[in-house]
């Protein structure tokens, strides 16, 4: 008889997660969704096997916040499918003055971003005085920030259809602004854009010279050269690999955990395990911001360019 042990299915393993105690029921959902499990019965009945929630507060949104139109609502079917508005520039809203203070994060306003598109490309224009976009959708400016609507349905196995059903995305930001996501999309680039936060869904990201994030990437992977100078600040990925570049003048504290992926880390920083996890931590100048790290069946790679010396 064989007697070799039957390899487990992409499911099977992150129930076995699960199971272990290893990743939260939060984790396994979005695990499951980025493989196209879209039974949520089922998520229930995995966070009941658990022990850890009943069927009716696991159920997607039942137990969250209300958060971006893009969500899906299940008492009220799939989001309704925006009217298309041309994204003239000269008919843009203008930027609003300038008032005393900056946000957290250092920026003097935020672009949100909501629905879905195919591929996304974000950069930022010094000449811009409010938010430009070629595609689908619709800005509405709300005070100092803006907000732009894209039209989106949920389909099960949405990635797969998500190219052909909604074209490709281009916004440029006035200089200054941070982006606020909270979209379902193909690959994304974001260059230039300093502070970042809320939700990406999707393939892979790339973004470029961040210096601030409050961001969660579900699905793909993703790729980042960012500058940390300041506050606090968290990126939770999940189901991708991960690969991060400090850029030389990062004042940063690191501190992360990694479930079911290896960690590479710059000289200088240390690792430790705790349970199922990696766990590390590493300090780049003398520490003023603060990063904290999740990262979820995935690997992850983290690289800290040094000074150029004076000589």
């Not at 099977?12 to 949520?40: H, K, S, V, W, Y």
């Not at 598109?117 to 400016?141: I, M, R, S, Y």
């Amino acid at each position: 008889m064989n007697d070799a042990p039957i390899p487990l299915s992409e499911r099977e393993r992150i129930q076995a997660l699960l199971d272990a105690g290893r990743i939260t029921p939060e984790d396994a959902d979005l695990l499951f969704d980025a493989l196209g499990d879209g039974d949520e019965g089922a998520t229930a009945e995995r966070a009941v096997s658990a022990g850890n929630k009943s069927p009716t507060s696991t159920a997607r949104g039942a137990d969250t916040p209300s958060g971006p139109a893009h969500e899906r609502d299940e008492t009220s079917g799939p989001a309704p499918h925006l009217t298309p508005t041309p994204p003239p520039a000269p008919n843009a809203p203008p930027l609003p003055p300038e008032v005393k203070g900056e946000h957290a994060s250092g920026v003097r306003g935020w672009v949100k971003l909501t629905g879905g598109c195919g591929d996304l490309h974000v950069t930022v224009d010094p000449d811009l005085k409010a938010p430009t976009f070629t595609g689908e959708g619709e800005v509405e400016q709300q005070g100092r920030d803006y907000h732009l609507r894209t039209p989106f349905e949920w389909k099960s196995n949405w990635l797969a259809k998500l190219r052909s059903a909604v074209g490709n995305l281009e916004v440029r930001l006035p200089e200054g602004y941070g982006l606020d996501l909270g979209l379902f999309a193909g690959d994304g680039t974001i260059q230039g854009v300093r502070a970042l936060r809320g939700k990406f869904t999707g393939g892979d990201l790339t973004v470029e010279g961040a210096e601030h994030l409050d961001l969660n990437v579900t699905s793909g992977d993703v790729t980042m050269t960012l500058r940390p100078l300041r506050g606090q600040q968290q990126l939770r990925a999940t189901s991708g690999d991960v690969t991060l570049t400090f850029l030389a003048g990062s004042d940063v504290l690191v501190s992360g955990k990694a479930t079911a992926g290896s960690v590479d880390l710059p000289q200088g920083f240390t690792r430790g395990r705790g349970f199922g996890t990696a766990e590390f931590s590493g300090v780049l100048g003398e520490g003023r911001a603060k990063l904290e790290l999740r990262l979820i069946a995935g690997s992850a790679t983290l690289r800290a360019e040094r000074p150029q010396s004076s000589r």
